[in-house]
């Protein structure tokens, strides 16, 4: 039995509606830390391998331990064990650079600046996720100007340079690393940037073009300027109980901001502009729009080729009659 043009094209169009929007799976939706292990997340960056996965760790008196959370689910699918390094004292801070490594900022001094030097660990993001123990190459830190305390680290995605943001009520400073870090000797950091918040984290671009910087109570946006940041504005940082960490979202369309505390949540906000400058968001600006379940990148394009097969099918038919 033939079924009329109209039936068809219905049918279709119903069916598309009927696909799921793009899901928590892709990490632009907020969500909630399970794992009771992890009570003071303090650091917190989007994997580069893994879509819909972060990178987390404990603040202090946990060990050398990074837990890959599943934001789908805000289940631990992966704890890694690092080893080749002493003992963390204060891990503050996480970042993904180029080339797919991980760098985990053991910088917090909450003896207010004593420790002559603080540590960076770098490694590689394993490729399956599971428990697994990864040796990490250790970096000796100082500051030019002296021993501070800092809670904010980030690598440019681009040259994998390392900064540091030290954390002073009034306002701390942008410190740049050594174009490369040194296994052997130090690696003196020094301010080429004022950052006007008392600042808890921070976090770059996918593209290295925007920076955001957060603390307990706000956030401020720069352009990253090649490294002098120019303020742009007040971020849209959500109200929590302890703010600890803030990064991009894989795509660069959302911000992703975390607190300690046991089962903390991880809260998404828009990043200004509506483009964080990643080539998903870029490439498909909707992205955040289905996270907020408001359709959907995936509905769009599935009308989109429905669309299309429709005027085909009333194509034919044209010429079916004409004939």
Known sequence: ????????????????????????????????IKDARITESSGLAASRLHPGVYWTHNDS??????????SATGETVARLTLTGIGTPRDVEAISI????????????????????YVWIYELPEPKQLEDATVRATQYVVKYSDGPRDAESMIVHPKTGRVYLIDKKEEGGHLYEGPAELSASGSNVFRPVAPIELWATDAALSPDGRQLAVRGYFGGIHYSWNDGEPKREGRLSVPLQG??????????????????????????ARDVPGGDGGGEGARAGAGKSTAANGE??????????????????LFGVRRLRRGR
């Open 97 to 116: 650079g180029p080339g797919g490594k991980i760098y985990v900022g053991d910088i917090g001094d909450n003896l207010g600046g004593t420790w002559p």
């Open 61 to 70: 008196d946990d060990g050398p331990y990074l837990y890959a959370v599943d």
């Open 242 to 267: 302890q703010g600890e960490s803030v990064t991009y979202s894989a795509d660069g369309s959302r911000l992703m901001y975390g607190s300690e505390g046991t089962e903390s949540p991880v809260e």
């Open 1 to 32: 039995m033939r079924r009329p043009f109209a039936l068809i094209a219905a049918t279709l169009v119903v069916g598309a509606l009927a696909l799921p929007a793009a899901s928590a799976s892709e990490g632009n939706d907020g969500f909630t």
């Open 295 to 312: 359709g959907g990148t995936v509905k769009v394009g599935a009308l989109v080729a429905v669309g299309a097969f429709v005027a085909l």
